[in-house]
């Protein structure tokens, strides 16, 4: 399956097919890349420049159950 992608200004947000516990989506921004867990909305890896995080992370709360089933539809065996 093709992954999600969503373009919210300039930053990418992308949930792949093939992936691993916890449920989580990646973000790029520029040559930036960070990766954020669905469930606790922490950071598992990687840095954005905070700017650009603040927007994502308030996006992300009013949008997370569409991410989280985007994730389970991308990754049905897990």
């Not at 992608?5 to 093939?18: A, H, K, M, T």
């Not at 954020?36 to 709360?61: A, C, F, M, Q």
Request: proline residues 5%; hydrophobic residues 40%; glycine residues 2%.
């Amino acid at each position: 399956m093709s992954p999600t992608l969503i373009n919210i200004d300039g930053i990418r947000i992308c949930v792949y097919s093939r992936e691993h516990r916890p449920a989580h989506f990646h973000v790029l921004y520029a040559e930036y890349e960070m990766t954020i867990d669905l469930t606790t909305l922490e950071k598992i890896s990687g840095t954005i420049p905070l700017s650009k995080e603040r927007v994502i992370r308030k996006w992300i709360v009013q949008n997370k159950e569409l991410i989280l089933k985007n994730f389970n539809r991308l990754n049905p065996d897990l």
